[in-house]
Every structure is written in C-alpha cells, then in structure tokens.
T-cell receptor, first 113, second 115 residues
C-alpha cells in the first residue's frame, strides 16, 4: 500500500522567511497530492493541491512542486506570517477506486514575529 | 461552497455505551465520505470509506462491528461507536467528496471522550 513520509516534523522560522516541507510517496500510481493546514482542534483545510500531470502549482504565497520520477512533492510558503503557524499535512492517493488519501505524519510550523 | 458539518462537536460518554456521529455535506451531494480518527499530535488515520447506498469499506485493523457506518443519502453519513471504551477516545473527522478522486472537504471533527 501507499506510504507517505513527511519532513521535517517541526519547523521554526522568522516572520518573512520561507518555509519548505517535503514529502515522499511510495505508490507510483498516485495521481493526486493535496496539502492541508490544521490549526489546533480544528478541521484540516485544503490549502493547495496538485495532480500528477502538473509539475508545479502556485497560489499567492503558497506553491507545490511535484517530481514524479523521484516520487516526492514539496510545499513552499514564502513571506511567512504568524498566522501561518499550524500543522501541515501532505497526502497522496492510494491506487484504489475510491481514491483514498494516505496522510503524512505532519509538520508543525511555527512562525515567530 | 463545499461545506461539511459534523454533529456533535464534543461528546462525553460512559464506558459501554454507544455514540452516534453525523456527517453532512451541506451544499453538495457527496457520493463518497471518509471517516478518520486522529489521536493527539498525530496524523489522520483513515478508518473507512463510505459510499451512498452501499456497505462501507473498512481499513485493516478497524473493527466493522464496533464502528458502524451508514451512508443512507448523498448528504449524510453516520458513524456509531458501539460499546465505547476509554481507548476509543479520540478526534473523529469525516470528509466528503463529490466523486472518487475529487477533493476531500473535512468536517469540523467530533471529540469523543469515554470515561
């Protein structure tokens, strides 16, 4: 089955710096890779996603890159702000008819003012 | 759009009782709903996949007789934790998508505490 590894587990940056979170996946048939942001006690919220036919996608300060050959994808946040502080999860689809998601272990991002 | 609600948000129950959690897609029809469990400071673990009008598909290690899932309509799925025990205490979150392969939108979660 699919296995998703995520690094780092914690990341501390100064406001205005960039943050990069990396994930690797094992199933070469995975074709959808969303990123979710979860604040303490809240629901995961989709912040960006990418499909396997695209190498990069950007939405304002957030970007995701995908390297299908190496089976890894990354989240890039530029000009970080304190409100970006949260836990970020990457995910990849399992090769099943229901397109189940397998989540990474999460990265706790702390942005200091 | 793509709003998913969950009820209740918090529940405390005694050991041995059953608890029902509802997941609703408010502004779209969800052919597929997923149920996850999340322990403190851990990731989301998929428990089961629920399709409208058919039996749920459970992940390995999840007891289907303990975690009863019903997806009676395109906007409602329920998870019933039967004979709850303290080790079942967790954050239960559902998600919904229009169709397999589409984006999953998450409900706000239900924090279950079993005494």
């Amino acid at each position: 089955g699919e296995n998703v590894e995520q690094h780092p587990s914690t990341l501390s940056v100064q406001e205005g710096d960039s943050a990069v979170i990396k994930c690797t996946y094992s199933d070469s048939a995975s074709n959808y890779f969303p990123w979710y942001k979860q604040e303490l006690g809240k629901r995961p919220q989709l912040i960006i996603d990418i499909r396997s036919n695209v190498g990069e996608k950007k939405d304002q300060r957030i970007a995701v890159t995908l390297n299908k050959t190496a089976k890894h994808f990354s989240l890039h946040i530029t000009e970080t702000q304190p409100e970006d502080s949260a836990v970020y999860f990457c995910a990849a689809t399992m090769n099943t008819g229901f397109q189940k998601l397998v989540f990474g272990t999460g990265t706790r991002l702390l942005v200091s003012p | 759009g793509a709003v998913v609600s969950q009820h209740p948000s918090r529940v405390i129950c005694k050991s041995g009782t059953s608890v029902k959690i509802e997941c609703r897609s408010l502004d779209f029809q969800a052919t597929t709903m997923f149920w996850y469990r999340q322990f403190p400071k851990q990731s989301l673990m998929l428990m089961a996949t629920s399709n409208e009008g058919s039996k749920a598909t459970y992940e390995q290690g999840v007891e289907k007789d303990k975690f009863l899932i019903n997806h009676a309509s395109l906007t409602l799925s329920t998870l019933t934790v039967t004979s709850a025990h303290p080790e079942d205490s967790s954050f239960y979150i559902c998600s919904a998508s229009w169709a397999p392969g589409d984006t999953q939108y998450f409900g706000p979660g239900t924090r279950l505490t079993v005494l």
